[in-house]
DNA sequence: GGTGTAATAT
DNA sequence: AATATTACAC
């Protein structure tokens, strides 16, 4: 074939550099068709000549994906010997003329579509689809095995259009017009339900024979609305791909990564072996069935239950993803962070903005809830884990800091999760890797790990607790004087780790001199208590009454 | 129309 | 509980 699944794994910017064969006797038209599909990017070699094209093609079938084939009166016989020669290239025919038989014995001989001419740029871009047609079905050896589960997948997926026999979605892969057909006949109720959409991997072009040969009601069934982004990725993942570029979607480390649909209940129904379980995963909490997908999923290919199922796609944040998505915060700086920023960088199928606002809300506000205290803490108390700590069942500082006008790289400091082996439930995919797994709901909302204190409203340290444990609130430190899970964060520190370091110590100083030094004015940085604070504290501590001296250290 | 946030729904 | 959706402000 001239080209295979496994070339199209490869081929990162699909359909771009596609080299078409254009063979048109009219050099007007010519021209016409072959700047459209430059303008698409695709590698249009033109041919006015049958026997030129004929030789192109032969001397080098791999120089040509696709062809665009002009049928006209004088030249019927070559195109139908065009098409035996070139059986695994897909071919799409246009004419002017609209001869039935002549369609039909064109497609008989393997020619992919029939166009009318004139052709329109949705025509021409979605020429594409064929190409992947024939690299997913042009026969056992030309499938890779990898594919094979996939492919097979499909037919099941589309059978039940023809016979009406609906079967349990395990597994879809498809293209950006299967999955807007499907959508596009359930719209809109089109007549035209039995055929695929042509442009389309087909089961059987012999449905296609079935045609009255009127190739423009289902020549593309892309519609402009379709090929635009509009407003429907919040509510079904398909329609997030806008361009085609993006939707070819063949399991592959290059190509975005791919989100597989699954059903929260009855997942054990689910062929395990369908499934890649390290990809993404989507949920879809509507029929929950559990569809994995090379690409776009739904979770049913049944037309009847389309709509439901396309309706909301719970993305599976799983650490992959997440690490994914904070890869992509880093990457973009905190100010730089959005979620339509984000969510182009992380390349990732079927996740759409919402998907991604959502997550970096989740994301920022457990920054914000959990980095200021670590900052405060940081700021405000002695780093010698022998002196204090306050919490000393959680390392508080699960995050590097966090600055809002200077993005700290996060992986850089604590690779996030770094579990490529999956994400078991106790893993804080929040936090670094190298500490004990929290309870998720500590870990969003945080609380004092001793009911009595609430550090919050504490500026500074007040009640020194002996250290419990081997952990420090500051997880460098702790792990590297105590690194009980055999993880070497402390060493794992970047390069400023050192001024840090220095800064701390500084900081450390200032403290001690200040908590020793309670007359002198607080150096800069370090703030009182509120009043509130403290008698909230006192009293929650049981502590009514407050001595006019007070023993120990003071800030007043 | 995108973004951020909080509240609310699923 | 995690994620999506919504409403609102900017």
């Not at 369609?103 to 689809?129: H, T």
């Not at 389309?306 to 993803?321: A, Q």
Request: proline content about 9%; hydrophobic content about 30%; some cysteine.
């Amino acid at each position: 074939m001239v080209c295979t699944a496994n070339d199209l794994e490869g081929w990162k910017d699909f359909p771009k550099g596609l080299r078409v064969l254009l063979l048109d006797k009219d050099t007007s038209s010519l021209a016409e068709i072959r700047s459209k599909l430059e303008a698409m990017d695709y590698i249009v070699t033109t041919f006015c000549n049958e026997t030129e094209a004929l030789s192109a093609f032969s001397c080098n079938p791999e120089s040509f994906h696709v062809a665009i084939v002009e049928v006209n009166a004088s030249n019927v016989d070559w195109v139908f010997q065009f098409l035996e020669t070139a059986k695994d290239l897909p071919i799409i025919m246009t004419s002017n003329i609209h001869c039935l038989n002549t369609m039909m014995k064109c497609i008989a001989l393997g020619a992919v579509e029939f166009l009318r001419k004139p052709l329109s740029e949705d025509k021409l871009r979605n020429i594409w689809q064929h190409v992947v047609h024939k690299a997913f079905n042009t026969g056992e050896k030309g499938v890779s095995e990898s594919v094979k589960p996939v492919k097979e997948s499909i037919v099941p997926m589309l059978q039940p259009k023809l016979e009406n026999k609906p079967p349990k979605c395990k597994i879809s892969i498809e293209t950006e017009n299967a999955s807007r057909a499907l959508e596009h006949d359930h719209e809109q109720s089109t007549g035209s339900d039995k055929y695929p959409a042509p442009s389309t991997p087909q089961i059987k072009q012999g449905s296609r024979l079935l045609d009255d040969g009127d190739c423009q009601d289902h020549t593309n069934c892309l519609s402009e609305k379709e090929s635009g982004e509009h407003d429907g990725e919040s509510k079904s993942v398909e329609t997030t791909c806008g361009n085609a570029e993006d939707t070819l979607h063949i399991s592959e480390p290059q190509m975005p990564e791919k989100i597989v649909v699954k059903q929260e209940k009855d997942s054990a129904d689910v062929s395990k072996n369908d499934i890649n379980l390290s990809q993404p995963l989507i949920r879809d909490s509507t029929n929950d069935t559990v569809c994995a997908t090379e690409n776009l999923t739904k979770a049913s290919g049944l037309n009847h239950s389309y709509k439901s199922s396309r309706k909301k796609m719970k993305v599976d944040w799983t650490p992959e993803l997440h690490k994914k998505f904070v890869h992509a915060v880093e990457q973009l700086g905190v100010d730089q962070a959005i979620p339509s920023r984000i969510l182009e960088l992380m390349k990732t199928e079927g996740l759409t903005r919402h998907n991604v606002a959502s997550h970096l809300q989740k994301y920022r506000m457990h920054k914000r809830h959990i980095l200021p205290k670590d900052e405060d803490r940081r700021l405000l108390h002695p780093r010698d884990p022998t002196q204090i700590s306050y919490y000393p069942h959680k390392p508080i500082m699960a995050f590097p800091p966090y600055h809002y006008n200077n993005a700290v790289s996060m992986p850089s400091i604590y690779p996030m999760w770094g579990q490529p082996t999956g994400h078991p439930a106790n893993i804080q995919m929040w936090g670094p890797p190298s500490y004990p797994p929290w309870q998720p709901s500590e870990s969003w909302h945080w609380k004092p790990s001793y009911p009595g204190l609430h550090a919050d409203a504490w500026g500074c340290p007040v009640i020194p607790q002996p250290l419990q444990g081997g952990y420090s609130p500051y997880p460098q430190i702790a792990s590297g004087l105590n690194n009980t899970n055999g993880v070497d964060n402390g060493c794992s520190m970047p390069r400023d780790s050192f001024e840090l370091h220095l800064a701390e110590e500084i900081i450390d100083k200032v403290v001690k001199e200040a908590m020793s030094k309670p007359w002198l004015p607080l150096p800069l940085g370090l703030k009182l208590p509120s009043t509130e604070g403290v008698l909230a504290e006192l009293s929650r501590q049981g502590i009514c009454n407050i001595p006019p001296q007070n023993n120990g250290p003071s800030f007043h």
